[in-house]
């Protein structure tokens, strides 16, 4: 497996509060992602970084932010979490965009529980 | 929106059986991806396929482009318990805004 590594693993938090999700590479792969995965929807991009300090919005952006202040770390945030963000996310990184030339590898995933 | 499908959502099959799941865009996409997905893990790359019309062998798996490079299909020969997962397909989108989509997935069960 590559050197992908998320904490926490698991959370739980309460609706309103604020949530950040790391996600730690060492692969010194450029390209980072973040996805959530729900039954029935499979996983969905919601952000993703091209390089350090440069960001881009996936599909489901609303409601969450990133940054990347380092080539090895690439942060997730809920500013405030809701109920409807309860879900598994994971995060990925790749040497290519969206691992065209090769492969995307997969982070173990958080699993996140907003009551 | 821009959606990629597959089917059949859940698949029970006795091992030994072949299995195919099949994933549809609604738009050409520039290439397909497969991943596999274990129960509690996470998605692990299987195979791209870049060119229209492309085949590719894995052992017992077969991996296929369509002609329009808008679906593909995974089959798999004499399934094993150890195929149990969610089978993913995945490509980026090629008209409009370029867009990467996962498919919906298909949950595969082995009955030994």
């Known amino acids: 497996d590559a050197g992908i590594t998320q904490s926490p693993r698991h959370k739980v938090t309460e609706t309103g509060t604020p949530v950040t999700l790391r996600c730690h590479q060492t692969?010194?792969?450029?390209?980072m992602y973040w996805y959530r995965q729900d039954p029935g929807h499979g996983l969905r991009l919601i952000h993703y970084?091209?390089?350090?300090?440069?960001?881009d919005k996936g599909e489901v952006s609303d409601g969450y932010s990133v940054s990347r202040s380092k080539t090895e770390d690439f942060l997730l945030t809920l500013e405030s979490a809701t109920s409807s963000q309860t879900s598994v996310y994971f995060c990925?990184?790749?040497?290519?965009?969206?691992?065209?030339?090769?492969?995307?590898?997969f982070g173990p995933g958080t699993r996140l529980l907003v009551l | 929106g821009q959606q990629v499908m597959q089917i059949p959502q859940y698949q029970h099959v006795q091992e030994g059986e072949d299995f195919t799941t099949y994933c549809n865009s609604s738009t050409t996409l520039s290439n397909i991806q497969w991943y596999k997905q274990r129960p509690g893990g996470h998605p692990v790359f299987l195979i791209q396929?870049?060119?229209?019309?492309e085949v590719k062998k894995q052992k017992r798996l077969t991996f296929q482009f369509g002609e329009a490079k808008k679906n593909s299909s995974l089959h798999i020969t004499a399934t094993q318990t150890t195929d149990v997962g969610t089978y993913f397909c995945a490509g980026v989108t090629t008209s409009g805004t370029y867009k990467y989509i996962f498919g919906t997935g298909t949950r595969l069960k082995v009955l030994a």
């Open positions: 692969e010194n792969h450029r390209y």
């Open positions: 396929l870049v060119k229209s019309g």
């Open positions: 990925a990184i790749s040497e290519s965009r969206f691992g065209q030339e090769e492969t995307q590898y």
């Open positions: 970084s091209y390089g350090v300090k440069d960001t």
